[in-house]
């Protein structure tokens, strides 16, 4: 029985992760650390809270001698590291608690993990996951990520974000720690907190609310269906290269505005008004600072190397994530209205 240490589980990818370790991998202790910030939802866990292979602990990677108290009491293996600021317009408010969180949390678990592994590396793994946004943007008219290029990040995420890769691998070169880094591409889904475009515009239309498109919504982005990435990570951290980058993409490239059209379509229909009539609240509004042209990857390493393709389609992936915002109106009130922290906050008092 291996112990696999999940930070960030109770956000929006971390928590589709850890249910798919709990459910298909009875042969992995899964510990998830969270803190629990506004992105943190434990509702996204309900249905595997009970499951013997799981334990929630609420304590901050910033914390480095609970980080090490975890290392110890649970005899960590392995650890996927999700848990991050992961909104570039709050990192342009608010650049510090990006480069708290990503880099230095980042460097309390790396090294935690180095003084805990010290005497046996054989068999761990510290797998951290990351963003194509490391890699910066491309032209409108072609080219692709791939695991060569050049670090030039824009945002002061995707900075924080490129210095948490950067010690990383450090530490790989360095001390000799075993470790992987993927790469990956805008993700959607359920549970997606309501912050980021596509859960973001899907309640607007539902609530007849303006739709803040940036700039002239020409940006283009590549689409990947959160369980598709889960599905990736899964197969990177069981059979990755030691050392190794991946990236992962869904090669679903869309502008903005196309994208948009496309919500207010299905969500009209779903909702039985006219197909397009919701057009009218689309709002062009100033640009975003540094706004990232284009994003695209190529993920053949991944493809070829461990044979991982995406299984969703866009048109089905979307047309069941809008499904399951529509099904779920509670999951959505409690989160915009901050009642889960409450909630959470009342069940796991702390930090
Ligand atoms: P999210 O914002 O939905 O969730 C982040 C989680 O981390 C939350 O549960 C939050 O409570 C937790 N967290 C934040 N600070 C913490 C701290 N100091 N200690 C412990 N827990 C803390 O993020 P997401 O969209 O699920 O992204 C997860 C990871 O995947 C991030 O590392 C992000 O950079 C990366 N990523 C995201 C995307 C995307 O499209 N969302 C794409 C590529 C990579
Ligand atoms: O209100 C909006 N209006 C708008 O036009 C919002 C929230 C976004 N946008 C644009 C900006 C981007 O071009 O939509 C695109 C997608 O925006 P976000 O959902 O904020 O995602 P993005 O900035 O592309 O970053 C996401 O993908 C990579 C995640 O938030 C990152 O965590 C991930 O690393």
């Known amino acids: 029985m291996k ?47 009970d499951k013997p292979n799981y334990t929630f602990i609420k304590a901050d990677i910033c914390d480095f ?4 108290q975890v290392f110890g009491q649970h005899a960590i293996d392995g650890v996927i590291h999700l848990a991050a600021e992961s ?13 708290r969180t990503n880099i230095m949390g980042t460097l309390s678990l790396l090294q935690a993990a180095r003084q805990y592994w010290a005497d046996d590396m054989n068999g761990k793994m510290f797998y951290h996951i990351s963003t194509d946004e490391v890699y910066g943007d491309l032209p409108l008219s072609g080219g692709y990520f791939t695991e060569e290029t050049t670090y ?36 959607y889904g359920p549970c997606q907190f309501p912050e980021k475009l ?40 069981r059979q990755g290269k030691v050392g190794s980058t991946y990236n ?23 909702l039985g008004r006219p197909e397009g009539s919701s057009e009218h609240l689309i709002t062009y509004v100033t640009d975003r600072p540094g706004h990232d042209l284009r994003y695209a990857i190529d993920s053949s390493k991944l493809r070829d190397e ?31 209205s901050g009642e889960y922290l409450n909630y959470y906050n009342k069940q796991y008092p702390g930090s």
């Open 3 to 49: 112990n696999i240490l999940i930070t960030g589980g109770a956000g929006f990818i971390g928590s589709h992760v850890v249910r798919r370790f709990v459910n298909i991998h009875p042969e992995y202790n899964i510990i998830n650390l969270d803190v629990l910030t506004y992105a943190g939802n434990l509702a996204n866990l309900k249905d595997i809270e």
């Open 65 to 68: 001698d609970t980080v090490c």
């Open 87 to 99: 909104h570039v317009d709050r990192s342009i408010s608010n650049p510090f608690s990006f480069a």
């Open 152 to 187: 030039r990040p824009h945002s002061p995420y995707s900075a924080s974000k490129a210095g948490s890769d950067h010690f990383v691998r450090a530490f790989h070169t360095t001390y000799g720690l075993p470790i992987i880094i993927s790469n990956c591409s805008n993700n």
């Open 198 to 237: 596509i859960p973001l515009f899907i309640n607007n239309i539902c609530q007849n609310k303006p739709l803040p498109v940036y700039g002239r919504g020409e940006n283009v982005r590549d689409w990947l269906y959160v369980e598709d990435h889960a599905a990736a990570i899964d197969l990177i951290f």
């Open 248 to 270: 992962i993409g869904g090669n679903n490239e869309r502008s903005n505005i196309e994208l948009v059209k496309l919500l207010i379509q299905i969500v009209d229909r779903l």
């Open 306 to 336: 461990l044979g991982w393709q995406a299984t969703h389609s866009f048109e089905e992936g979307i047309e069941k994530t809008i499904r399951w915002y529509l099904n779920n109106p509670d999951w959505m009130a409690h989160v915009t």
